[in-house]
């Protein structure tokens, strides 16, 4: 069953600002590519819970946390690239959720779809989305530490790798809490775009983030309407409305 169009927005605009907010610190990481692989372990995580008859979310946020703990140990403990490491993950992980999932249920899964919530779910999607945009914000300092320097990382309250750590856990929560509406192949791409549009056309750290929350939350929230209103899958509206955006900034473009 469908959510209300108003439910879709809600969502739309509160895990668009999260994924901007936690997008914003990972383009300027670099770390790209491990977050939209990492998107890609929901699958398994979905499929395990179609199988054993409990609700997905709690499938694909333990998946999601796991692989990112996965992913920092391996990156601390192999001399294999990260790039290595995170292309074995993605195509592991789609493979398994590719062949695990119900044929009705891959293109859900994949590029998203609108349920319809209970009152306490709905609720809980909500609070969570606001909790991860507001963790993201009370951390910045401590990120953007991390970024320019691991010994001003120390000084802030734990190095660049626990930082990192911490990032990748607040960035599992996101696309776990994104997946229904966008989908597992193109979360990633959520995080990403804001932060893309916002580093062109931003004059500062703190208006680049606040510009990336802001464009998550109404690119979300744009796409959302359009795909509700032409009957169109949710995923691909919202990226293609987003990466439409992104040429448009090129214009501001600052060097």
């Not at 692989?67 to 192999?78: D, F, G, K, M, P």
Request: aromatic residues 10%; proline residues 4%.
């Amino acid at each position: 069953m469908e959510a209300s169009l108003l439910e879709t927005l809600l969502i739309a605009l509160v895990v668009g600002a999260a994924s901007g907010a936690v997008g914003s610190f990972i383009l300027l990481k670099r770390m790209a590519l491990v977050g939209d692989a990492l998107s890609h372990v929901a699958l398994p995580g979905i499929a395990l819970a179609l199988i054993y008859h409990f609700d997905p979310f709690w499938g694909v946020l333990s998946f999601l946390l796991a692989a990112a703990i996965l992913v920092w140990y391996l990156e601390q403990h192999t001399r294999l690239p990260s790039d290595a490491l995170v292309g074995l993950l993605f195509t592991a992980s789609l493979a398994i959720g590719i062949l695990s999932l119900p044929g009705e249920e891959i293109l859900d899964s994949l590029f998203g779809e609108f349920p319809s919530l209970d009152p306490l779910t709905f609720a809980s999607v909500i609070a969570a989305g606001i909790v991860l945009t507001a963790l993201a914000f009370f951390l910045t300092r401590k990120f953007l530490f991390s970024i320019v320097s691991n010994e001003l990382a120390r000084v802030q309250g734990g190095g660049s790798r626990v930082q990192q750590l911490v990032l990748l856990l607040i960035f599992s929560g996101v696309v776990a809490l994104g997946i229904k509406l966008v989908g597992t192949l193109l979360m990633g791409a959520l995080t990403i775009i804001p932060a893309s549009i916002a580093k062109n056309i931003s004059t500062s750290a703190r208006s680049y983030i606040l510009l990336s929350t802001l464009l998550g939350a109404l690119i979300a929230a744009a796409g959302a309407f359009a795909s509700h209103a032409f009957h169109l899958l949710p995923g691909p509206t919202i990226i293609l409305l987003g990466v439409g955006v992104f040429v448009c900034s090129l214009i501001f473009w600052r060097e």
